[in-house]
């Protein structure tokens, strides 16, 4: 996030709290944070963020257990005997008739760019939708994370070639600037963690294929090797956030899924953590 935008958020979510008479804030004390720093160490290839080991523990000494949150690790850490009772609500009207309408910005990244996906549609993922996806501070993560979610929740079938996950950590590391320890553990927990992905191979037909749509939508054979991906799998569409496979995606007839804004997107280019 840039740093006005950080900015921003911050005053906002402050302005919330001092107005709200229903919010609670509560103190992490040091034992909490002790604790929290003990589940990291134990379970790190369940979460491996020490925010949200220390929401969870503040969660049981409040005998809370929803959290409203888009973030699937609330949800693997059920497969822990002690957090069994956490219950991850990822919708704002699932927690009862008290929920605000969502704004403009929040419609825009929630319109579908297609009927609703079924169960049983296969969509390709690029390497820089996986990415986004496990790297928190990215610009586009917070409109890539709902959208895949929805597949890893087994509402669509995700669908990567199998050098995806591979790639992904070379951008995350050497595009981006990502520590090389947490990439490995994202990229290890997304595989170990996710088992409604599908991974295909790059075989030789694929390959060939790639080249002759290159050829024929005079277009780079990197971009054709997800189109010819999608064709060989019978998948529906590719969820990127290219904006080149617009038309590719329409020549080929394949829906093309895009969550992030244009105004976003163009923020892109120049992103590297901090």
Not at 245 to 257: A, D, T
Request: proline share 5%; charged share 25%.
């Amino acid at each position: 996030m840039d740093t006005d935008f950080r900015l921003s958020l911050i005053r906002n979510l402050d302005s919330v709290i001092q107005n709200s008479a229903k919010l609670k804030l509560e103190k992490v004390g040091e034992t909490d944070f002790a604790t929290a720093k003990s589940y990291l160490r134990k379970h790190a290839e369940v979460i491996p963020k020490l925010t949200d080991w220390t929401s969870l523990v503040i969660m049981r000494r409040n005998s809370v257990s929803k959290i409203l949150s888009l973030d699937g690790d609330f949800r693997d850490v059920r497969s822990l005997a002690e957090f069994k009772w956490v219950e991850r609500i990822n919708q704002a009207r699932l927690l009862g008739p008290e929920h605000h309408a969502p704004s403009g910005e929040e419609r825009l990244s929630q319109t579908p760019a297609r009927p609703p996906l079924a169960a049983r549609d296969k969509i390709t993922l690029d390497v820089k939708t996986l990415a986004i996806f496990l790297v928190e501070d990215h610009p586009g993560n917070r409109y890539v994370a709902p959208q895949l979610e929805e597949g890893l929740q087994g509402r669509f079938i995700p669908l990567t070639p199998d050098i995806v996950p591979i790639r992904a950590y070379w951008i995350m590391t050497r595009q981006w600037g990502c520590d090389r320890e947490e990439s490995e553990k994202a990229i290890r927990h997304f595989l170990d963690h996710y088992p409604t992905v599908q991974y295909c191979r790059i075989t030789r037909e694929v390959v060939h294929v790639a080249f002759e749509l290159a050829r024929e939508l005079h277009h780079d054979a990197f971009d054709t090797a997800y189109l010819a991906v999608a064709l060989q799998n019978q998948a529906t569409g590719i969820m990127t956030t290219d904006t080149d496979f617009r038309n590719l995606c329409q020549k080929k007839h394949l829906q093309y899924l895009n969550p992030v804004p244009t105004r976003v997107l163009k923020k892109f280019a120049a992103w590297k953590t901090a």
